[in-house]
């Protein structure tokens, strides 16, 4: 099964790309242009990488209560459902982008961010080995 792991910012949005059962590779970077310009462009990477499966990283906060930047994610997750004939997962990520900054990572940090959110899915689906 192909998968499509999205790190959704205002900004930037973070893609990765993996298959159930492997691992996550971060793939590219959105420019975030807006709904119709972002919704056109998953289109043609779900078509061209026959993905199955979207998977968003919701950033929850360290509290666990809400906050408006998993508001805005959510409803970047809601357009997707609305537009994308395709099945659309979300998991908690909490700092991925914070986590690759620490590790070095300067460069393209969106799309790793991706790859976590990504790999987090997998894992989640696989269960434990």
Not at 4 to 12: A, E, P, S, T, V
Not at 28 to 45: C, M, R, T
């Amino acid at each position: 099964m192909r998968l499509l792991g999205i790190d959704y910012g205002d900004k930037n949005i973070g893609l990765a790309l993996g298959d159930l059962g492997g691992i996550a590779l971060p793939y590219k970077i959105l420019d975030n242009q807006g709904e119709d310009f972002v919704v056109s462009q998953l289109k043609e990477i779900v078509t061209a990488e026959n993905i199955e499966v979207i998977v968003v990283g919701l950033p929850h906060s360290l509290s666990g209560k809400r906050n408006e930047r998993l508001d805005i994610t959510q409803k970047f997750v809601d357009l997707l459902n609305e537009k994308l004939n395709i099945k659309v997962a979300t998991v908690d990520e909490q700092m991925t982008s914070k986590l690759y900054d620490k590790l070095g990572v300067k460069k393209d940090i969106d799309k790793h961010a991706a790859a976590a959110i990504l790999d987090t899915y997998i894992s989640l689906q696989n269960g434990p080995r």
